[in-house]
């Protein structure tokens, strides 16, 4: 399968409730005071300008850039469907989002019709395909939904509607826990076998040698 699409899929489904990845961060709501930006503040930001200005020549920032870079080897992309299904897809951060579009037009089940994908919150339509993962900020990985394109008005249909992805495709949904639970667990060790007792070698018992009746000389019969 994964040979099919030219790189590495798994498809899982994910609860309608589940938080989206910036909800810790909403659940937890300063107070004005945090925002609140005195001079105090102002002064040090513009010093800390002037300071990176003249520090940080533009070769340097560059080569930093680059070092960064370099050491992000892969993008990892969950695309949400509204079915609560998410295909992950793994790219290079040198590849453009084309390459993530062109994938779901192999994946969905209606590749015909017009869609789009979008970054949540606030929605924001990815439209420049010609960015490459890094520079778009989806590495080392990202979550991006998937919208069928509905023109508006349109009251006769609602667009579309599931399964968005292949049956093929679906089918790659569980193979990874069914996998691990597939996988023979730690073989218990054997309890050793106690040793036999060694006895010791059996003594033969010598018997007393029997002496020998002499007559003595002295004994006339």
Request: proline content about 10%.
């Amino acid at each position: 399968m994964n040979e099919r699409f030219g790189r590495e899929i798994r498809v899982f489904e994910t609860s309608s409730l589940s938080p989206s990845p910036n909800a810790a961060a909403n659940n937890e709501e300063e107070t004005d005071d945090f925002y609140e930006f005195t001079a105090e503040d102002y002064h040090r930001l513009l010093a800390t300008k002037k300071e990176d200005k003249f520090l940080k020549t533009r070769k340097i920032r560059e080569a930093e850039e680059a070092a960064r870079r370099s050491r992000i080897t892969k993008a990892v992309i969950r695309v949400r469907f509204p079915d609560n299904h998410t295909l992950e897809a793994t790219f290079h951060p040198s590849e453009t989002i084309a390459s993530l579009i062109y994938l779901l037009t192999k994946v969905i089940a209606q590749p015909d019709q017009p869609f789009y994908i979008y970054t949540t919150p606030p929605k924001k339509l990815i439209k420049d395909m010609s960015q490459d993962f890094y520079t778009a900020g989806f590495c080392p990985g990202a979550i991006v939904y998937f919208s069928y394109n509905v023109p508006k008005g349109d009251s006769t249909s609602d667009g579309p509607v599931g399964p968005y992805l292949l049956e093929e495709v679906m089918s790659l949904k569980g193979l990874d826990v069914a996998k691990d639970q597939g996988q023979p667990s730690d073989p218990v060790p054997a309890a050793p076998v106690p040793a036999e007792a060694t006895q010791p070698p059996a003594v033969e018992e010598r018997k007393p040698a029997e002496k020998k009746l002499v007559k003595p000389k002295w004994l006339k019969m």
